[in-house]
């Protein structure tokens, strides 16, 4: 259900580097959230650097909400990057878990397992 990889680079190398990386495999990065410093602010700290990213490839949505509306739930994907044992994390929702689900032609599932291996290529290019 959630893909991860994981890197030696710190979470500053992979944040400072996430955007242009995306942007290379057909992605832009919409908006970012920086848990710890969100929950702090509310009176709810956590220890661990959790940096959400919230990514789109215009196109794969266009073509699939125009057939799926409901498949918004599943947008803008989504990368998580945090520490873990000592070696940074990158997690994603592996999308071949709900692409049988999607109510879409089988071309637009198509594009989907192909903008989903183009995740997997951003995350593990880290």
Known sequence: MIYTTTTDLSLQEINSNLEASAKSHAFGVLHHYEFKKILESKGFPIEKDITLYEICNPKGAQALLTQSPEASVFLPCRISVYEENGKRVLATINLEDFIEYI?????????LRSLYQDILKLLNAF
């Open 103 to 111: 109510d879409a032609t089988d071309d637009i599932k198509e594009h």
